[in-house]
């Protein structure tokens, strides 16, 4: 086995998505569970967990560019996140009124 797993990605769209974060840097990439749904009997491919598997040479640098990535995307939610003046909630980007007092 000259491939290990590095990441469990929480869908298909996040696995390519890092698959492509890693072959910019020429690491080889194999992708695990994509194909599952059909064995699954159909359930929709987004909701399908994807292990990232890299060559095992590949491993400590592919781990390197996934924790910059976790942290980033973290930085993203912080700072997309906004606080309801009224009652002090945090609010997704998405939302434009608070979730819970409706301002
Ligand atoms: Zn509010």
């Given at each position: 086995m000259d491939y290990k797993k590095v990441y469990k990605a929480a869908n298909s769209n996040e696995a390519y998505f890092i698959k492509g974060l890693l072959e910019q840097k020429s690491l080889k990439v194999k992708l695990l569970g994509e194909n599952l749904s059909v064995a699954m009997g159909?359930?929709?491919?987004?909701?399908i967990q994807v292990d990232i598997l890299v060559h095992k040479n590949n491993y400590d640098e592919a781990k390197k560019i996934l924790i910059k990535y976790e942290q980033e995307l973290k930085n993203i939610e912080d700072q997309e996140n906004w606080v309801c003046k009224h009652c002090s909630k945090h609010n997704p980007p998405s939302f434009e009124i608070c979730w819970n007092c409706n301002k």
């Open positions: 159909g359930l929709p491919l987004e909701v």
